[in-house]
């Protein structure tokens, strides 16, 4: 597992990096033509663009435009057949073009007005989408009109569901690599053949986001396949192994049982990673902020908190962005492909797992004694073993792809700072609390990835209380986007006025003096850093002065940058010291059931601040 962390730390960036490349489109009709003018306000050039229009159900040939540079503009003129009847028509425009070898198209609409022009009374609405590979838009409209959804040719329509006054359509995006974002359009026109015709459009904002597990070897489909082979072969290995009740499973036996339950467990969890997108899907298409108010009749205010409450925490189950592309990108292939080929070989040879005492042992037992609750033997199984798995589970599950992301990214920062290092007093500061802040999440993250026997860090406890998780999780995302919006407030109404000059420069040498000792905090824990749990007592480095070294060192150095650079604000440092306080007394609560604990205790008797608190 560790030269897995050093390759995953060491390979080059295996990132692409696509165009900015932004069109905008103008469209004017004329007697029997009509004038596109495309520009680019990008900065980088769109390569083979074409335009094509489509007016009265008839579609143009594609003009080719060629290569549009940055911040230049064209213009085609397209012969097209006057309508035969009058009224209001629309015109479709596509604009094609090519951005990271992928062919892409910016799509307008507009009217032509032919002799007796009249817009529909009627005005459809179209409601704002978002999509990774499938997403769901919906549109009110007339139905006793013709509606025309105007989408760029990479979004397609898989499927629509007729609901009152509208329409619901499953779009997919076959561009999965490019994060976009697009104006459709919504197009409505009248189906009386006596009249004038005329039509009426309306526009919304479509965006997509570059869909990073999709360059994952393995697809969920595949992940499924794996997890349900390997539930098997773990039942089957596990009834060979207690086939005599009376008898300890040998050591092989019991290193089989775990490394087919390992293998079930983590292809379920990327299963999981890869599709739970599904989840916010459907959320954020049925429900929107009005929904929730209602519940502002209960108390000011509590509509608006809760769909900002789960709408921020449903939408973390997208699993994307700068918390989790990266081990997405980095480390789900390779782990997976570590506990498939070689964490048989680890769990036989180097941790040597015994039936009695390893949690992750009774795990697989109770899941795999699941099946005699549905015959007369009834043999579930739990054991206090069981729950601490569980819980650590929930802890890996949660910190793993967040510190990985993590370590990953501030690798990358920190040689892009090396690329542009000078002996600049700011260069060198910035340059020095990234690379404390890369020490400090590289540790975490392998801290969460390892457990060994040989490096004395297994997890023997994990926190028990809700309350012990729920200030810790506070200090994280996405949960941290809101858990200290109540804190959001200035001190007497008045945004604090930055300091310059000496005490500036004082205040960052404090800064990154803090930021040392909350680093030296981590390196103290090693292999044992995580949190919500006891991996052994540490009592080297800052920990022989006092216990919770790095909660006083993060706190102060966001008292300094409040009160010196105008970073925080009062309240906010007030919420975060409340935070932290109740997270050292949750941990101590929990660590207290060690007696190893409670005699680290009485030789460091202060908690923040040595010989005085």
Known sequence: MLGLVVVVALLPARQCWAADITLSVQVLAQDGQVDVTVSNSGSDTAPDVKVEVAVAGKRYPSQSVGDLPAGEEVKRDIKITAPQKPGSYPILTWVHYTNDDQRMSHVHATYLDHEQAKRLASRPALRRAQLREYGYLTAFYDKRHRFTLLLPEEITIVDQKEIDGGTRCRLKNSRLALSSKYTIYGVLENLDDGGAHSSRIVNSRLSTKKV??????FSAEVLAAFALVFLVVAYVLFRRATKDPNVVPAPRDVALVRWSFSIFTVATLFFIFQTAYVVPDWFLVNFNALDFR???EIYPKVGEWTWRILRTVISRFYLEGGDYDLFAIWVLDPLFIYVVVANYFTLRYVSKPEAGTDKYWHLAKSVLTLPTMFSRKRELHWSKYCKVAVLTLLVKIFYVPLLCSWAINNIFHQRSLIANFSLDWMKIHGFFIAGLILIDVAIFAFGYLVELPQLDNQIKSVEPTLFGWVVCLACYPP???FSFSAYEHTLMGADHTPTFGFWRYWALAMVAMLWFFYAWATVALGVRSSNLTNRGIVDSGPYAYVRHPAYIAKT??????????????????????????ARAWTEERHLSRDPDYLKYRQKVPYRFIPWVW
């Open 212 to 217: 990073v597990k999709a360059k994952s070897l």
């Open 479 to 481: 949960f941290n986007s």
């Open 294 to 296: 209602p519940l502002n």
């Open 556 to 581: 102060m150095l966001w008292a300094v940058s409040a009160m010196f650079m105008g970073d925080r604000n009062f309240w906010m440092c007030i919420g975060l010291f409340l935070t932290y306080g």
